[in-house]
């Protein structure tokens, strides 16, 4: 069965720990996105990577680092130099950067 | 740079009523555009897209979309609403850069 997955569903940190995210797609898509959801806010970009081994900032990357070591995997960090990281986070993977994306169920950071 | 407007944050509709939910789009050449539903704490599900040719466009749930060209604008549209079919509802335009995405519109169903 074809899809996102990303976990944990639910992460407390302390204020000051940097904490990483897992998404995982196992549908051989090349491009792979982070977004950052917030009440009222829609989506916005952290990164995206259009194929292994590289990837580019989006709208809002300070504070956040990634990796593209395979195609199916997409960590994102979240450091503490991001001032406010709670938030709801989303892992996205499309064929290519112009095509449908495909959503997992999301990671909800509380900061504590 | 391409942007995405929903200008209704929050609609409320009777359960079968008819529902339309606004996106306006600016983006320099042809756009790709999406339409997508995130029920609470949940990631998203497409409901339909438009690439090109015919500019009605129907999709899951038995929803449907029309783009005009002209005014810039891909609105979603459903005849009968269901209670479920309350959540939130983005529009995204993409291209040669990554998707944007509206702000969403959240739609509430009444009895």
């Known amino acids: 069965d074809g899809g996102i997955t990303q976990s944990p569903k639910y992460l407390f940190r302390k204020e000051g720990q940097n904490v990483t995210l897992s998404c995982e797609q196992n549908l051989n898509h090349d491009a792979m996105y982070w977004y950052r959801q917030d009440p009222g806010q829609g989506l916005r970009l952290i990164y995206y990577s259009q194929i292994v081994n590289d990837f580019q900032k989006g709208d809002i990357a300070e504070g956040y680092s990634v990796s593209r070591e395979k195609k199916e995997s997409f960590p994102l960090t979240v450091t503490s130099a991001q001032k406010n990281p709670t938030a709801f986070y989303l892992c996205a993977s499309s064929i290519s950067r112009q095509s449908e994306q495909f959503f997992g169920p999301g990671t909800r950071l509380t900061v504590l | 740079a391409q942007s995405v407007t929903q200008p209704d944050i929050h609609i409320t509709v009777s359960e079968g009523a008819s529902l339309e939910l606004r996106c306006n789009y600016s983006y320099g050449a042809t756009p790709y555009l999406f339409w997508y539903v995130q029920s609470p704490g949940q990631g998203l599900q497409l409901l339909l897209k438009?690439?090109?040719?015919?500019?009605l466009v129907q999709g899951i749930k038995g929803f449907e979309a029309e783009f005009k060209r002209s005014q810039s604008s891909f609105n979603l549209r459903k005849p009968s609403v269901h209670w479920s079919d309350a959540a939130e509802y983005f529009c995204a335009v993409g291209g040669n850069t990554p998707l944007v995405f509206g702000k969403g519109t959240r739609l509430s169903v009444i009895a």
């Open positions: 438009y690439f090109s040719g015919d500019t």
